[in-house]
């Protein structure tokens, strides 16, 4: 599986016994035919780690800027492996997949003047009316914001991983289980409540648990601003969120841990995350 640059470097300068394993320079050659690739990545942004000194066949997780500024986490085998025109275009990227390859929009006749309606191959077009907001959810109960109850429209867990990380949990801590919701002040989705993947009402801490899904669509372009926004709405009613962040994603807030799998160690290093938000005093009290 791939690591993060900093760790593959380091794992490398142990493997060779030197501080430098792989010279400036040693791979300019192999990716002399990218000059896209070699645009958009930064060694500031990987470790100071120049790309020559990177094997393009290295399993890897590069950090990179597409031309517009987005920031996104490749291999070298995934990049040399695009089209040359998607590199060219950021056609990968997920804020600008739309701007690469943009919607079709069919013509529309032309009108006689500026100041006749607009037409259609039918005849003329009615003014568009104002799209009317959907109601908001009637389900969720009146309650103070940032109270967590257990909501009827909140979504089942669709991961086996996030359920095998609420029972190493709750295994591991005394906490209320069953609470699925927070009360929010602002609307999310029609709806003035929050289902994050795990309520802990005692420590006023949302986990989330985030991967790419299986087609990697999952948690990226306007998936992550949601995300973003959902983290807002709870700190808003004094919630904190930490994310376990897995694969390529990047971590969206202070207290987000990017690991590679779930296991013992993942969860020493989550139960350590709430120790920084809360404190060891309150959390070490609900330690079974």
Known sequence: MAERVESWWARRQWSKGVDVPYAIGAYREAWAAFPALIRQYHPDLNGGIALSQVPPAADVLLLWQCDSGHRFAATPTEQRLRPGRERRRSAWCPECSELASPTRVPALPMRESVDAPPVSATGVLR??????????????????????????????????????????????????????????????????????????????????????????????????????????????????????????????????????????????????????????????????
């Open 127 to 288: 003014p568009r009316r104002p799209k009317k907001s959907p109601p908001l959810c009637d389900k969720t109960p009146d309650l103070p914001p940032g109270a967590a109850f257990v909501s009827s429209c909140a979504p089942r867990p669709a991961s086996a991983v996030e359920d095998r990380l609420r029972a190493d949990l709750f295994a591991r801590l005394a906490l209320v289980e069953g609470l699925n919701a927070v009360r929010v002040t602002r609307p999310f989705f029609q709806h003035r409540e929050i289902w994050p993947d795990l309520v802990l009402s005692e420590l006023r801490i949302a986990v989330e648990y985030d991967s790419i899904g299986r087609h990697g669509l999952e948690h990226v372009g306007r998936r992550e601003q949601a995300d973003r926004r959902k983290d807002r709405a709870l700190r808003a009613v004094g919630w904190e969120v930490v994310r376990v962040r897995t694969g390529k994603l990047e971590p969206l807030g202070p207290h987000d841990l990017q690991l590679a799998t779930w296991n013992r160690a993942a969860l020493d290093r989550l139960i350590e995350a709430f120790r920084g938000i809360r404190g060891p005093l309150l959390v070490d009290a609900y330690s079974r």
